[in-house]
């Protein structure tokens, strides 16, 4: 007798992401069913036999994927820094501008006036495009409040808009960003703030998955960012880290440390710190737009990152300063040509290994069974054509 399901796509490309020993995971002429939102099966096309369907799609030949995941942005916030690009372009740096009172801070100023409706709809719209090119989990960081009510705000802006997008949305909270303006000239009595009242609120309240920091000369110190991991520990959060993105202070081997979800940036990351990244597992999130877009010259570590085993997931940041794109298949395309990632590894970095950097990699991430049916068709049977080409949309269908 055959099996049942609610829906079976057959003829297909299949690009699981798991670990099967084949390239990407993949099978060919492959097929995958799912009941109640859950991979009950995958297979070939010999396999496919056994089951029938309530929805059966043929996808002549084309790839499938896991719906991709965007696991780093700052998605949530008001206003333009386009007057900031025009300074980078004549020269200015991004910390000279930082340090003049702009950068983070000007989107601080503007996110503050906005109110919870102005911030949970641009940020819809900005779901809806990720979506559009086959993105249905995305981690949005807080960072552009800086005291206790804006920084709440943000995380709950992040929910609403992604339960209006119908988007799984992950929230970080990144209080330590940068010091608000108000305490300029005391940063200790802001971490004090994070550490004694943000934190332990937005812990009791199930705001955040996550603790996020900057750790850098233009934000936080080492020790300053120690404290706020303490605090995350003590309310069991588990924390991930802007770590080296300008020079290094040894964040990613100080989050490694903490047994934290991922070091992201890591362009100035040490040996020292990707051994410590190594023997706890800790994610390195490469973002190729940032580095772009700051036209940096220093690139991650990528050979050390693969000689030690280090996963490595890809994201956009999306964000108004460094990274102001909400295009994950461009950043791919980045990755591979900025950092030199294999068509394979940059895909990998935005499905299971970015799900690894979120802590759901049991659930989401690769087309297994056991997980959820959250999957991507695609307008082409070569895989690196996701990769490769830009500029065209090549989503056909996308399973939610
Ligand atoms: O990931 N570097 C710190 N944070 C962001 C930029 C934020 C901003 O400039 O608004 C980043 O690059
Ligand atoms: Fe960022």
Known sequence: MKKSCDLLIHNCQLVT??????????????????TNGQIIATGNATQVKQFTAKRLIDAEGAVVT?????????????GSRANEFAMRLAGASYSDIAQAGGGILSTVKATRNASIDELVNSTYKKLLH???QGVLTV????????????????????????????????????????VPPELQHDADQYIDLICQKIIPHVAKHKLADAVDAFCEGIGFSYKQTQLVFDAAARWGLPVKLHADQLSDLGGAGLVADYGGLSADHVEYTSLKSIKKMAEHDTVATLLPYAFYALQETQKPPIAAFRKHGITMAVATDSNPGTAPTTNLLQCLHMACTQ?????????????????KALGIEQRKGSIEVGKVAQMAVWNTTEVADLVYWQGQNQLRELIE
Request: aromatic letters at 6%.
């Open 17 to 34: 992401c798991s670990d099967n020993g084949q390239p990407f995971g993949l099978i060919e002429q492959g097929f995958v069913a799912a």
């Open 66 to 78: 896991p719906a991709l995941i965007d696991c780093h942005t700052h998605l949530v916030f008001a």
């Open 130 to 132: 990720l979506k559009s």
């Open 139 to 178: 981690e949005i960081k807080s960072g552009y409040g800086l005291d206790f009510d804006n920084e709440i705000k943000m995380l709950e802006a992040a929910k609403l808009a992604g339960k209006k997008a119908g988007t799984e949305v992950k929230t970080t909270l990144l209080a330590a960003h940068a």
């Open 339 to 355: 950092f030199g990632l294999t068509v394979e590894e940059a895909l990998l970095g935005v499905t299971i290994h970015a799900a």
